[in-house]
């Protein structure tokens, strides 16, 4: 139930687009000669938020998930989009990020997407830092209930580690798949080291349906504020 409803809803949140288009637009009456149609409307969907946002809030959260031993989880994480673990690797710090892989591959279609697909296929966002440098080491990767995968590896400036969506300022490096076998198997082996792996999956599967959850909950509430105080 719990992870039906989030996707449904927050795949029409994330294509309006597609919602506005299939849905016909009907012509409210106002029944009555002191009722403006603006009212009508307003109230039409005042009251369906307030059903879909009671509803959502009944929903029974998923068993609760706790990360591997070696990472703690960081303070504030649900309201930012920064990092959601952190641990310490003799004198390095490791933060992870994590998003859906719907939600940033450009060109995909959520209503497309098989729901199991959805939610098993994740972006990890893996930063390696070292105290007195500038740049931290920085993997994308592919996430899935049994499987991690690098897509690339950079340097980003720890300035520009804050969002995940933010462009780096330098020179990218080669494709990922470019480099050698022995290359590719080194930068695996050195992530699995420092505890980047599948068993990271169940916990960020888990904060991610807590997330989708929080910001339903917080959409349906701040729209209706916004329809109740227009005038």
């Not at 369906?48 to 029974?60: D, G, N, Q, R, W």
């Not at 920064?82 to 060109?107: C, F, H, Q, T």
């Amino acid at each position: 139930m719990w992870r039906t409803a989030i996707i449904r809803a927050t795949g029409a949140i994330r294509s309006p687009t597609r919602t506005i288009i299939s849905a016909p637009f009907r012509h409210y009456s106002s029944g009555s000669s002191n009722s403006s149609p603006s009212t009508v409307v307003n109230s039409t969907i005042l009251r369906s938020l307030k059903e879909h946002y009671t509803e959502v809030s009944k929903m029974a959260p998923p068993p609760k998930v706790s990360p591997p031993a070696e990472f703690t989880v960081v303070k504030g994480a649900l309201e930012s989009g920064g990092p959601v673990l952190k641990r310490a690797y003799g004198d390095e710090e490791i933060s992870i990020s994590v998003m859906r892989m719907v939600n940033i591959l450009p060109g995909v279609d959520p209503a497309e997407i098989d729901a199991d697909d959805e939610i098993n296929q994740l972006f990890l966002h893996a930063d390696v830092s070292k105290p007195g440098q500038d740049y931290v080491l920085h993997f994308l990767c592919g996430l899935y209930p049994d499987a991690l995968g690098i897509h690339s590896v950079s340097l980003r400036h720890k300035q520009e580690t804050s969002g995940l969506l933010e462009a780096p300022s330098k020179y990218n490096g080669p494709s990922f798949e470019a480099l050698d076998d022995r290359m590719r198997d080194a930068f695996h082996g050195y992530i699995e080291e420092r505890g980047i792996n599948d068993s990271l999956f169940p916990f960020l599967q888990a904060w991610l349906y807590v997330k989708d959850h929080r910001s339903l909950m917080h959409w349906f509430k701040s729209v209706g504020t916004c329809v109740k105080i227009s005038k």
